[in-house]
């Protein structure tokens, strides 16, 4: 199945932002329910991370989704997600419609 937030993605000029890899990592850094994480970049200028969680649940990944979705974000920003038994991916589009600039970000959750 196609990625519908990574189609849309493509509309914009999609971009790595030093302050949102801060962000991202500082994140990551300080929530007591990561265990580990991998964030990496692609040259077409996506966002990809992987995030080992102490406790695996759905509710837990939303504890910590939906602070980072509002803590790392553009003027506009919407997510679509797939949920398995033994993880949670989320595609987030972030971007300011103004300029044309966003940032694309797969992040996969999962039991550490």
Do not use: C
């Not at 300011?96 to 797969?106: I, K, P, Q, T």
């Amino acid at each position: 199945m196609d990625n519908f937030v990574e189609n849309i993605s493509k509309q914009f000029v999609r971009k790595i932002d030093t302050g949102v890899t801060i962000d991202l990592k500082d994140y990551f850094e300080d929530d007591e329910l990561v265990k580990d994480y991998e964030l990496k970049t692609t040259e077409d200028n996506k966002y990809i991370a992987t995030v080992k969680l102490t406790e695996f649940d759905r509710f837990k990944v939303k504890d910590i989704f939906y602070p980072l979705m509002r803590f790392a974000n553009y003027k506009t920003t919407f997510y679509t997600h797939e949920e398995y038994e033994d993880s949670i991916t989320y595609y987030l589009l972030s971007m300011n419609s103004e300029s044309d600039l966003g940032f694309y970000l797969s992040i996969t959750f999962s039991q550490g």
